[in-house]
């Protein structure tokens, strides 16, 4: 499944990375704890995640993920999205809790076994 259709059946909004919609989705993570990240995540991951500063960038880029979700609607500190930008990291915004998007991707077939 490509980010492009991740976003049109979960109605993400886009806060940066348009220009990598369609790059695919391998499977996918969720987790607050960016150290609980860096340990299970797979290359080609989405992460699901609240958190909102800079180090998800970092955190992201050195996994290799395929881009964040971040839930209830909050949005990315401005420094985030800077460095999303810089690094070609699609960020996008759920109003969703954590549990809806987890449950709507895995109906869509991403999953965090593999």
Known sequence: MKLRDIVKILNLEI???QDKLDTEVKGGYV???LSDCLAHAKEGDIWVTLQIHPNIVAVAILKNLCGII???GREPEEETLKKAIE???PIFVSELPAFEVVGRLYTLGVSGMR
């Open 70 to 72: 971040i839930i209830n």
């Open 31 to 33: 987790s607050d704890l």
């Open 87 to 89: 690094e070609a990291l």
């Open 15 to 17: 806060k940066c990375g």
